[in-house]
């Protein structure tokens, strides 16, 4: 078995072979729902993750397994439609390959997306939040084991996990196409089952705004990697307890497809500006 770096340079090559481009400066891994923004991309280089040496291949509907190379302008962006969850079972070096492919092949900047539900007491299904900060709950860390030096050092800081220039960048695009801008903190619960209303109340009195079941991992692995983070949560819902209804997956789908306009006008606005960061 090839350790983790050498399977990461042959899917490295294999997207620079496939892609037509050696180098890539910025990428967004698109959530539950949220890969609908693949297909108002027009000129993208498609390759579905199976075609990827080592490169996990998502299993769960509405999660859909492709990757996309764009171009802005000088710039080229991976769009990664489509991730894999520790919750499936999947290894955290695992859920972490993707974004760790789009680091070597060169990206600076990279854009985690997710639907998540609505702690705070003043969001509903639909908003858009730029998260300011994590909470790691499902006690996991893929970076458990020894380190990789090639990758990053052992302690890695996590202070501005999320940058704050990303996040700058971030408010400008909302508001240039008129979505309110806020910001959250997003706490991670492996899942796969929702949280009860005590979790959701423990969540919300740590500071945690939103709750979802991945993202974390990746942030982890990317400042690991030393490359700036955003991450935008879509709210598909509010939180247990919160919502007055039972959660369930089609909720989720639903709200996304609802929001698929505005998600779309905040990416178009926002890749360009990561990719020429
Ligand atoms: N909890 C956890 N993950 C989620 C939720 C939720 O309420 N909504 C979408 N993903």
Redesign the pocket.
Known sequence: MTDVYDRLRTAVEAVAARTGRDRHDAAVVLG?GLSTYAASLTDAIAVPYADIPHFPVPRVEGHAGTLYSVRFGERAVLVLAGRVHAYEGWDLADVVFGVRVAALAGCRTVLLT????GVAADLAPGDLVMISDHLNLAARNPLVGPNDDRLGPRFPDLTDAYDPEVRALGRSAFEAVGVPYREGVYAW?L?PS??TPAEIRMVARLGGDL???STVPEAIALRHLGVAVGGISLV??L??GISPTP?SHEE?TETADRARDRIVAVLDRLLPLLAAR
């Open positions: 539950s997710n639907a998540a539900g619960m899942g929702f949280e709750v979802g079941m598909t819902n939180a247990a959660l989720v």
